[in-house]
């Protein structure tokens, strides 16, 4: 079953909506062969929110490469840009 | 159902707005198997074996951190009580040999502290034990990590007075031998002492416990603060519904980080310990939370009830998202680590008496509170005695983590630093029970341990 090989991560940007964020963004999964699942975003609490349910599965790079470029890249366009496993959210969110 | 945007939201500002994390994970570590009669080929066991599994544990901590994105704030180890493995080598120099192997094994294996230097002490004293408390002061001041611990009382033993009344010579001459008294602070007394507690000073790997044992400490005041701030019209039952609902969330990061931390190590799975514990960061304050139900400063009329029930909405809210939720579970009112609690002894609003009596409600006890370095030995016995007494009689764990500072007065403020904090010296009462204490001996086991 291709479904069990997921190994799906959230990774959540929180700051202020500017262009070229889910460009850049994409960009850096689409080279490192990573899969977006689902893409959604939203204003909350007067935040900026977009998160991105992806797959891991493939790619070479390790979660722990992946959390620290993508902060990386967060502090570029002055974001907080999240990497999490989705089962934290499970765990935390369903009973 | 997928995890909406709200949801990975409310996580994520937990974590990167309200200081959420896991405080600590603890692993237990059994000594017994170490003893030997050689000291030197004892002392070589037990430090390969703590150095191994501190290693082990660091890794494997750090690898979840980066995949769960919330921080694991402290790696720590605890160890069988280690009175027990010296009951055939009770020296000074022998305790304070094992001291520095713990130390070292601490230092080498990664983790800023071990717990477990201590014993239990409830009913008497065996040599080793009393070698042990002898040893204290120096072994306090001279090794960096190791934490200390003696459990005096239990609600089927009573209290073991002479134990106790060697605790105040023991923590001013402790206090004498390190800046401000700091080192007092690796020293906790308890009564009915919890032996999977993952928290700093009092955790040990309890007699009861299997070869190893992998315990969580998880926290949050900052949290449970934003959500009583967004509850500002509810009444009492509402307050503790959100609290409970929010608790049960960080309850369940907890347990999830404990199981795949437990499953990594290839060991058993421990306890939750959900503790709302402050640090000195703004926001991460127990204080603060009691400020947000509406109290002005904590110690004003009406904190305890505000405690209370804040203290039963975390136990409850723990309990339904945890079947191991264990340890101390409830909230730390330490007076160092906390700025709120701070700023209320120093504006007058929370003395030594309100403290005592908010400990009643509170998961430990006295904790974290600096009083002046004049105190006599027999007053600070008695502060511990009365405080231990809560616990006895009501069938729960209270605890004392007092620092005498040699050379200040009541109303001075002492720089600990770091994650200690600082600590406003309170006054004591200047009225004496040392003839009363003088008595020593036993008190009795109260009456709600007969059950049989």
């Known amino acids: ?95 | 159902m997928a995890i909406s945007t709200d949801e990975v939201f409310e996580t994520a500002s937990m974590i990167l707005s309200h200081h959420l994390d896991i405080r600590t994970v603890t692993l237990g570590v059994n000594l017994k198997d170490c003893v030997d009669s050689h000291f030197p080929t004892f002392k070589e066991k037990v430090l390969r074996k703590l150095e191994k599994g501190a290693r082990n544990l660091v890794e494997e901590a750090r690898a979840l951190e980066v995949k769960y994105g919330i921080p694991i704030v402290n790696k720590r180890l605890s160890v069988t009580p280690i009175s027990l493995i010296m009951e055939g080598h009770a020296t000074r120099a022998k305790y304070l040999q094992m001291a520095r192997t713990l130390d070292r094994a601490a230092r080498q294996g990664g983790v800023d502290f071990i717990g477990g230097f201590g014993g239990m002490v409830q009913k008497g004293m065996t040599r080793s034990e009393e070698m042990l408390i002898r040893a204290l002061p120096e072994l306090l001041a001279k090794t960096e990590r190791v934490c200390s611990f003696l459990n005096v009382g239990s609600n089927v033993a009573g209290m073991n007075l002479d134990a106790v009344n060697l605790l105040g010579p023991m923590l001013l001459e402790a206090a004498g031998m390190s800046e401000n008294g700091i080192g007092c602070a690796k020293f906790c007394v308890f009564v009915n002492a919890p032996e999977d507690n993952p928290f700093m000073a009092g955790a040990f790997h309890g007699v009861g416990e299997g070869e190893f044992s992998l315990n969580v400490g998880i926290s949050g005041p900052g949290v449970v603060r934003a959500v009583v701030e967004q509850n500002r019209e509810c009444d009492l039952t509402q307050l503790s519904e959100v609290i409970k609902r929010t608790v049960f969330k960080i309850t369940r990061a907890g347990e999830l980080i404990g199981r795949e931390l437990a499953a990594a190590l290839e060991i058993p799975f421990g306890v939750v310990d959900i503790s709302l514990a402050s640090t000195t960061a703004p926001g991460d304050s127990v204080a603060r939370v009691l400020e947000g139900f509406g109290i002005e400063r904590v110690g004003a009329h009406g904190s305890t009830l505000a405690l209370a029930l804040m203290m039963d909405a975390v136990k409850k809210g723990g309990a339904m998202a945890s079947g191991n939720v264990g340890g101390l579970s409830g909230t730390f009112i330490p007076v160092s680590e906390d700025l709120g609690m701070i700023e209320a002894v120093q504006e007058g609003a929370l003395g030594l008496d309100k403290l005592e009596a908010l400990s009643a409600v509170c998961s430990v006890g006295l904790d974290m509170f600096a009083i002046p370095g004049d105190t006599s030995p027999e007053c600070i016995s008695a502060i511990i005695a009365d405080e231990l007494a809560i616990g006895v009689i009501n069938n729960k764990t209270t605890a004392v983590r007092v620092i005498p500072v040699p050379g200040s007065k009541a109303g001075d403020l002492v720089e600990f630093g770091g994650l200690l904090g600082s600590a406003p010296v309170m006054a004591v009462n200047r009225f004496s029970a040392a003839e009363f204490m003088r008595r020593g001996g036993r008190l009795p086991a109260p009456v709600t341990s007969l059950r049989n």
């Open chain 1, 1 to 95: 079953m291709e479904q069990e090989k997921k190994e799906l991560v959230f990774i959540t940007v929180i700051g202020n909506d500017q262009k070229g964020i889910v460009a850049r963004i994409s960009n850096y999964l689409y080279k490192h062969d990573i899969n977006i699942e689902d893409i959604s975003q939203k204003i909350t609490a007067g935040y900026f929110v977009m998160t991105m349910l992806v797959d891991i599965a493939s790619t070479r790079r390790s979660i722990e490469k992946i959390s620290a470029e993508l902060a990386n890249m967060g502090v570029d366009m002055g974001l907080k840009i999240q990497v999490q496993h989705e089962n934290i959210f499970k765990m935390m969110h369903r009973v």
